[in-house]
């Protein structure tokens, strides 16, 4: 699969699995986009995306300090794509929040994720040109 969406681009990771996020992270590095975190706590991704110029994210659904529905909705507010990695599935509220939300459970290849998430940032390009 070609990579020319994520290459170059800046993707959040949000999980408390540190084992796993860096599996991720160095998976997207490996397509040479850039990563931002990994991010433990909804509260430190909040802070990081403030400002910050990314493409998406790939996100668990339970981080240390809780759910991460207030950083997804920051995340749909700016209308970036979000890939959700989760051993637990999509709860409720997130849901009824993104009806359509793709969910990958845990154990997944980091590649799943990022191609998925390739696809998504392709199809948000297409859509606004």
Same mark, same amino acid.
């Given at each position: 699969?070609?990579?020319?969406h994520?290459?170059g681009?800046?993707?959040l990771?949000?999980?408390d699995?540190?084992?796993?996020a860096?599996?991720?992270a160095?998976?997207?590095?490996?397509?040479?986009?850039r990563v931002?975190?990994?991010?433990?706590r909804?509260?430190e991704?909040?802070?990081m995306?403030? &400002?910050?110029?990314?493409a &998406?994210?790939?996100?668990?659904?339970d981080l240390?300090?809780?759910?991460?529905?207030?950083?997804?909705?920051?995340l749909?507010a700016?209308?970036?794509?979000?890939?959700?990695?989760? &051993?637990?599935?999509?709860?409720?509220?997130?849901?009824?929040?993104?009806?359509?939300?793709?969910v990958?459970?845990?154990?997944?290849?980091?590649?799943?994720?990022?191609?998925k998430?390739?696809?998504?940032?392709?199809?948000?390009?297409q859509a606004?040109?």
């Open positions: 699969m070609t990579y020319r994520i290459k681009a800046t993707v990771v949000a999980e699995n540190m084992l796993v860096l599996n991720i160095l998976a997207l590095e490996d397509r040479e986009a931002l975190g990994p991010c433990a909804v509260s991704a909040l802070q995306i403030e &400002g910050a110029d990314i &998406g994210a790939i996100l668990d659904v240390i300090d809780g759910p991460v529905t207030p950083l997804a909705q920051a749909i700016k209308g970036l794509p979000i890939v959700f990695c989760t &051993g637990v599935g999509l709860p409720a509220e997130l849901k009824a929040l993104i009806p359509n939300a793709e990958f459970l845990k154990p997944t290849e980091p590649e799943r994720l990022i191609d998430l390739n696809q998504m940032i392709s199809s948000r390009m606004s040109s």
